[in-house]
């Protein structure tokens, strides 16, 4: 009696669930239809105290599920004294979990369970012997559903159709094909604007910054407004311009901008796991132009090129679109770029008007940098100003340019030239190379076939035998993985593409060649390789390679210099002149400046400099004749001098109406 009082006290929960699978059965399973059977159920049994728990569209191998979670913490805390669902499959789908629920969980806390259709009551311990096939079997039904799922997910995904149910912001469901997209004309502009700032060298963070100024709504922001997207309920309405650098990140390595599919991005190991798996890029299925495109290849080829080149923001917050592209002619290590940032933020500089660049940004070799303050410095500093290079830069792809446009066919005929010239030194190089590879290779089958015959006979023991066959056998799979490594090389060579024609195209491309801009440094710069400078005639001269994309080191034809052209190079030649020689006066200037520094230095090491002398007189001694008796001291300082108590060097007289002062200092030079 206590015990169906104490019973009656708790709370019987009827917990229903249902999925999208179990949709396509029938109404049977309707959340509407269990409730009505289990509550049926429960006043025909004298059940009271009735609680519904209901998972709506939630799959039996989530145990996830909201309700669910929330029953069991109920029963967790007491609250709960039986729990009767339609089958066991309510429960779960899933053998493991839902055998722990119901025969461990439930027992600690003395929860009765009962499924109706399974005729599974806890309270009666026959009822229970067949439970765990009920569930195994309800496991088996949840793999054959993946199973199939899986199947028709791989036929339409390799069938060209988009399986993933998150449209790219930018682009909205077509309403008269769901597989189909269409442009979102307002968001479209956002995501073409975020490619082109990327193509002009800005980074992801600097990117979302703009946007954030600029007050552009974000993604989720502005699908969740006009009631789209995936998580609607999720999004936090409070920050509509919060944008984020890994949102950027995102957008850009999306294809599908171009107009692409892009299906199979990430996988399940087990319909069990709820965390996706992402594919390495090579195993992405692409269907290309499937639907219109909001940004063409050559920006979306542009920003990849960007991402790829790592520039680090400095303290101005800009990133040096040449870092990563200059080199030390000496060692090959990669030049490092300095600027004076942090004081010309602090001091409120200014850059350029012209350049743009802040004085004092300049790039050195890595290697000297690293060990300029060691005991043994390796390298030397190559030092050259970014504005040297940003010019030199501009001056050579204007002047190629301009000669492969003005003279397309001697520009086409130089590049073949050249680059047959250098595919036959290197093919020679290779042949030499993959001859003696394989004149090594037949050797070392004959030495293997011999090392058999010796130990077939007897005359070599099976440890020497193994020792020295392993070894040849590693030996002759390098040089066999060499071989092919070389033969590909040649067949790359022989399958050289025109590429002096896609230099010319991408010439084309560009109507003003005025400014240097960050995305012709990207698609027309390979390499600057910068070497050591030297001095001739007085002068600082520096020599720097700069390889082009496509061409490589170009030297376009130059003409004989006209006189004016000789004239206006020995006139710049004179203001140069002049200028050094203005240099040269400025400093020995200030290091007249720097005298007294010059004097302590000589008081503690001795050196020699102009000698001071103290006068020491007195008014006293005036006599007669109106003169006066000065003795003269010599110091190599003036507190030497004024101090020294020696014999006077000099002594003479002068007349009493000259002036007195009360020191004097006279240097004689």
């Not at 070799?365 to 504005?387: D, G, N, P, R, V």
């Not at 003279?407 to 130089?414: Q, R, T, V």
């Amino acid at each position: 009696m206590n015990e169906k009082r104490l019973e009656t006290e708790k709370i019987t929960a009827l917990y229903e669930r249902l999925s999208r699978d179990d949709e396509q059965i029938g109404d049977s399973n309707s959340i509407v239809n269990q409730k009505a059977m289990l509550e049926s159920y429960a006043a025909q049994r004298g059940f009271t105290n009735i609680s519904h728990y209901t998972d709506d569209g939630w799959s039996g191998a989530n145990f996830e599920r909201p309700s669910w979670k929330q029953l069991v913490a109920d029963i967790e805390a007491g609250k709960i004294g039986c729990v009767i669902a339609k089958d066991m499959s309510r429960v779960g789908r899933d053998y493991l979990q839902t055998g722990f629920y119901t025969e461990v969980l439930f027992r600690q806390h003395g929860v009765r369970f009962i499924a109706i259709s399974n005729g599974v009551d806890s309270e009666d311990q026959s009822t229970g012997e067949f439970a765990p096939f009920i569930n195994i079997m309800s496991e088996w039904y949840v793999r054959d559903c993946s199973r199939k799922q899986k199947a028709q997910y791989q036929i339409r995904g390799k069938s060209g159709k988009p399986v993933t149910n998150t449209i790219p912001y930018g682009f909205k469901k077509d309403p008269d094909e769901k597989h189909h997209w269409l442009v979102d004309d307002e968001a479209a502009d956002v995501v073409r604007r975020i490619f082109h700032l990327s193509a002009e060298g800005k980074g992801p963070l600097a990117i979302a910054r703009i946007l954030m100024e600029d007050k552009v709504e974000r993604p989720s922001y502005y699908l969740a407004q006009r009631g789209r997207g995936t998580c609607q309920s999720k999004t936090d309405m409070s920050r509509p311009y919060d944008w984020t650098d890994a949102t950027i990140r995102d957008m850009l390595a999306k294809p599908e901008y171009m107009g692409h599919t892009v299906n199979f991005r990430a996988y399940k190991p087990s319909y069990k796991d709820k965390k996706m798996i992402k594919r390495p890029p090579e195993e992405w299925l692409i269907f290309e132009n499937t639907h219109e495109a909001i940004v063409d290849p050559e920006t979306w080829k542009l920003a990849q090129r960007v991402r790829q080149t790592v520039r680090r923001t400095d303290t101005t917050g800009e990133a040096n679109p040449l870092t990563g592209l200059m080199f030390c002619a000496d060692c090959g290590a990669r030049m490092y770029n300095h600027k004076r940032g942090g004081r010309a933020l602090r001091e409120g500089w200014k850059p350029d008007p012209e350049s743009g660049l802040y004085a004092g940004d300049n790039y050195n070799c890595a290697t000297y940098m690293l060990t300029a303050k060691q005991s043994e410095q390796k390298c030397c500093s190559h030092y050259i100003s970014t504005k040297a290079v940003r010019a030199l830069l501009l001056d050579t792809i204007r002047t190629v340019s301009t000669y492969a446009i003005s003279d397309e066919k001697g520009f086409m005929e130089k590049i073949r030239a050249a680059s047959q010239l250098r595919q036959e030194n290197a093919a020679k190089e290779l042949k030499r190379k993959l001859n003696r590879d394989r004149k090594r290779s037949s050797e070392l089958d004959g030495l293997i076939q011999k090392l058999y015959e010796s130990f077939a006979t007897g005359s070599l023991t099976e440890k020497r035998f193994k020792l020295l066959s392993d070894g040849y056998e590693r030996e002759q799979e390098e040089l066999d993985a060499a071989i092919e490594r070389e033969q590909a090389a040649l067949d790359a060579f022989a399958a050289d593409t025109d590429r002096a024609g896609q230099f010319l195209d991408l010439v084309k491309r560009y109507a003003d060649f005025s400014v240097l801009t960050t995305p012709m440094i990207l698609e027309f710069v390979d390499k600057i390789v910068v070497h050591a400078p030297d001095r001739f005639n007085g002068e600082r001269m520096q020599e720097v390679d700069i390889y082009l994309k496509f061409i490589g080191k170009f030297d376009v034809p130059l003409p004989e210099p006209t006189p004016e052209e000789l004239e206006e190079q020995e006139r710049r030649r004179k203001i140069r002149e002049k200028q050094r020689e203005y240099s040269r006066r400025s400093v020995r200037r200030k290091s007249g400046r720097q005298r007294p520094r010059v004097e302590y230095a000589a008081k503690r090491g001795g050196l020699r400099t102009t000698p001071f002398f103290a006068l020491n007189f007195n008014l006293c001694e005036i006599s007669e004749q109106n003169s006066i008796s000065i003795t003269l001291f010599r110091g190599n300082t003036q507190r030497q001098a004024a101090n020294a108590i020696r014999l006077p060097l000099l002594v003479f007289t002068i007349s009493h109406d000259f002036t007195l002062n009360a020191e004097i200092r006279c240097a004689l030079l």
